[in-house]
């Protein structure tokens, strides 16, 4: 771990007493303060007013009972959270997560990037993240639909488009979102579209919004590689998960002129050199919610499915994380510089873990981190809600161009503001710092709220 500003240890010593057990969060609050001391150096009045400390604290924490009916009639229990994190900047905003995995650490972890992911975008979006430990993994569309709707029927007294609006995240796509959304109309007898995002064409989604982390974490890449004089033409690029963002992601970069070679699920990982095929992945995955060693089967010999093992290991120019937190480890970080890899950009939230990306940065590997790079899912759901306010819906160019649009404005702050403080090149210095001084501005105008 790199040290801490004198300032900041006594801040973090307080999050580690008040929250124990909670590793995740405890990694993003420290990774979020390496980046702080040369802030509090130059400017006194963040350690004076102790924004910092009122940062790391939730505005409010909601954990409910959520008990619902399988169709062979046993009741299940599961646990729902709702982690309302930071409203300086406009209302709480953030996806919800379905996976057995999920507790109280990881939501806040989630819910704590949030708010400096959403700072970056430059739109009027506060922070919050939300969950359930439920597993959809072979549960029927009709379960589905009664523990979204038993989740809803607490969740619902807490949202509003003015005060905390959900999306989707892993577990969570437009099925769950229909399905809640649906619960919540019921509810509330109102129409309220922008109360979530994420939501399908015909009832009040907008273009883009599923496509949207992966073609922006794409953006991002593409304007690191432009930074460099350089460009996506003849990459190899390697895209962990097979999910949202990972096949939105693969899609994008067949676009500008790469070749997708690996990406993989839970199982296992699958290497192609042809490039992924993404019509047969977008059937297994998005049609038939199979899994990724059926892709290896239907697509013959010369692809292989490795089910032990790590996906870092297949040789890349450009690796891209998306499936989930810690996924990229030292070893898996050693195998990428040993193999020539020259940029990783992170799609899922905190994919890298903090020793994987200091030997990363050590080697000059480009590392573009989360809350920059994956943005755009966020970014283009606050535009969901300018259009479900303004009762308009824009064609997919104009959505898309956009996104490239607040992209580029995301990596152009992240290198101004790296600069600004001394530490060129660096896109963690320069995430951490721009969206920490938005939100940190907005509570010091706020008085002590
Ligand atoms: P999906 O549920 O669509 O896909 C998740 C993918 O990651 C699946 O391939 C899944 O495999 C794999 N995965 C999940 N958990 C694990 C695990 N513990 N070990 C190995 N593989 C795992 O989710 P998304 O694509 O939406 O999300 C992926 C990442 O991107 C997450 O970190 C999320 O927080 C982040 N993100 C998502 C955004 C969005 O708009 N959806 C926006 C910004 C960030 P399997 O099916 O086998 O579980
Ligand atoms: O991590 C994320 O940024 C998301 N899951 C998307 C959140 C949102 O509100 O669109």
Redesign the pocket.
């Known amino acids: 771990m790199s040290a801490l500003d004198q300032q900041l240890i006594p801040i973090f010593e307080e999050v580690l007493g008040r929250n124990p057990g909670e590793a995740e969060f405890h990694q993003a609050v420290r990774e979020v303060l390496e980046s702080l001391g040369p802030v509090v150096t130059k400017h006194p009045q963040y350690a004076d007013s102790a924004v910092i400390r009122r940062l790391c604290e939730p505005e409010r924490q909601i954990i409910f009972r959520v008990p619902w009916v399988t169709d062979s009639g046993k009741i299940e229990v599961n646990r729902g959270f709702r982690v309302e994190f930071n409203s300086a900047l406009g209302p709480f905003k953030g996806?919800l997560?379905f996976?057995p995995?999920v507790n109280l650490g990881i939501v806040k972890f989630?819910g704590f990037e949030q708010i400096f992911?959403n700072s970056l975008t430059g739109l009027p979006i506060g922070g919050g993240k939300g969950g359930s430990d439920f597993d959809p993994?072979g549960r029927s569309d009709a379960e589905v639909m009664r523990f979204c709707q038993s989740f809803m029927t607490e969740l619902y007294r807490h949202l509003g488009e003015y005060t905390d609006v959900p999306?989707?995240?892993?577990?969570?796509?437009g099925r769950e979102i229909g399905f809640m959304f649906g619960q919540y109309k019921r509810i509330t007898n109102r129409y309220e579209s922008g109360t979530l995002t994420?939501k399908g064409l015909s009832w009040g989604g907008s273009q883009v919004?599923t496509e949207?982390?992966?073609y922006g974490t794409v953006f991002f890449v593409d304007e690191m590689l432009k930074a460099a004089g350089d460009s996506f033409d003849g990459k190899r690029v390697v895209v962990?998960?097979?999910?949202?963002?990972?096949?939105y992601a693969i899609e994008k970069v067949h676009q500008l002129g790469g070749t997708v070679v690996a990406?993989?699920?839970?199982?296992g990982y699958v290497v192609d050199p042809a490039g992924i095929d993404l019509a047969l992945l977008k059937e297994i995955?998005n049609g038939q919610r199979g899994?990724?060693s059926e892709y290896a089967a239907r697509r013959g010999n010369d692809v292989a499915h490795v089910a032990d093992g790590s996906i870092w290991d297949v040789p890349c120019d450009i690796a891209l994380p998306?499936?989930?937190?810690n996924?990229l480890d030292l070893e898996g970080a050693g195998a990428l510089i040993s193999n020539g890899c020259r940029i990783v950009a992170e799609?899922?939230?905190?994919?890298t873990t903090p020793n994987a990306a200091r030997l990363l940065t050590e080697a000059a590997v480009r590392f573009a981190p989360?809350k920059a790079v994956?943005?755009?899912?966020?970014a283009t759901?606050a535009l969901e809600m300018q259009q479900n306010a303004s009762r308009d819906s824009w064609t997919f160019a104009h959505t898309e161009e956009r996104l490239a649009e607040i992209m580029r404005g995301i990596h152009d702050r992240c290198l101004e503001t790296a600069d600004e403080y001394g530490t060129p090149g660096s896109y963690v210095a320069g995430a951490n710092i721009a969206g920490f001084t938005r939100v940190a501005d907005a509570m010091l105008a706020l008085g002590v709220i």
């Open positions: 996806g997560r996976h995995s989630l992911k993994k999306a989707g995240d892993i577990g969570v796509g994420g919004r949207a982390t992966g962990s998960g097979s999910g949202n963002v990972a096949i990406c993989s699920d839970s199982g995955k899994r990724i998306c499936a989930t937190q996924e799609g899922a939230n905190m994919p989360a994956n943005a755009g899912g966020v759901s």
